[in-house]
């Protein structure tokens, strides 16, 4: 079974700093995708950025990017600039890639409430 | 416009009471997923469904049960076997061309006993 990890409950940051989250998963599987989700206080989950497993370049969007070492099980979460709308509960999520035609079944870590302050 | 619809948004139920919640997809999505979300935990997969007529028992089945009849819908019922139901209850649905397709939320229901 494959389980996801955040150690970090809550952090806090100011506004136009940057701020890491910490995600770990554990796995036996190589072939996999990660996912970071956002969840503001509307409680909808909106999609932030994906990573696939075999593809060794860090995925980016816009301000959110991430650092994906695999050999670690590790995958962190950065946000430069950040802003009050990014003020929310982040959690890291772990699908195994079962082949086309499957659901992608989300395992997901315990999530880190993020403050961003003035 | 596309999305998913989640009703009610609040749902109340009495002991012994069965509670079906609604959830409707208009994306054309082939899989659709119902997950439980407690205050200070991660989402947890109750039921998913690949394709129409068939699903899968996810971590947490016991005391839910679903059906996919239609490939928009794809309702939960919550059963007096759930003995502890009250939590928030987010429907998803996703493509199944590859499994890096991310899933999409509607907004949740939030169930409370009486």
């Known amino acids: 079974a494959q389980t996801v990890t955040q150690s970090q409950p809550e952090m806090s940051v100011q506004e136009a700093e940057t701020v890491t989250l910490s995600c770990t998963y554990d796995t036996s599987e190589n072939n996999y995708y990660l996912f970071w989700y956002k969840q503001p206080p509307s409680r909808q989950m909106i999609l932030v950025i994906r990573?696939?497993?075999?593809?060794?370049q860090n995925a980016t969007e816009n301000r959110f990017s991430v650092n994906f070492q695999k050999a670690a099980k590790s995958f962190s979460l950065k946000i430069s600039d950040s802003q009050l709308g990014d003020t929310a509960m982040y959690f890291c999520?772990?699908?195994?890639?079962?082949?086309?035609?499957?659901?992608?079944?989300?395992?997901f870590g315990t999530g880190t409430r993020l403050q961003v302050t003035l | 416009d596309g999305g998913i619809t989640q009703s009610p948004k609040y749902l109340f139920r009495k002991e012994g009471q069965n509670v079906t919640l609604s959830c409707e997809q208009n994306?054309?999505?082939?899989?659709m997923y119902w997950y439980r979300q407690d205050p200070g935990q991660g989402l947890r997969l109750i039921y998913y469904?690949?394709?129409?007529?068939?699903?899968q028992k996810g971590d947490i089945a016991e005391g839910y049960s679903v059906s996919r009849e239609k490939k928009e819908s794809f309702p939960l019922t919550v059963t007096s076997a759930q003995k502890n139901p009250t939590a928030f209850y987010l429907c998803?649905?996703?493509?199944?061309?590859?499994?890096?397709?991310?899933?999409?939320f509607g907004d949740g229901t939030r169930l409370s006993i009486l």
């Open positions: 469904s690949q394709i129409v007529n068939d699903f």
């Open positions: 999520a772990f699908t195994l890639n079962e082949g086309a035609g499957t659901a992608s079944k989300l395992t």
């Open positions: 998803a649905s996703s493509w199944t061309g590859y499994s890096n397709q991310p899933q999409h």
């Open positions: 990573q696939e497993a075999y593809k060794q």
């Open positions: 994306l054309n999505h082939d899989a």
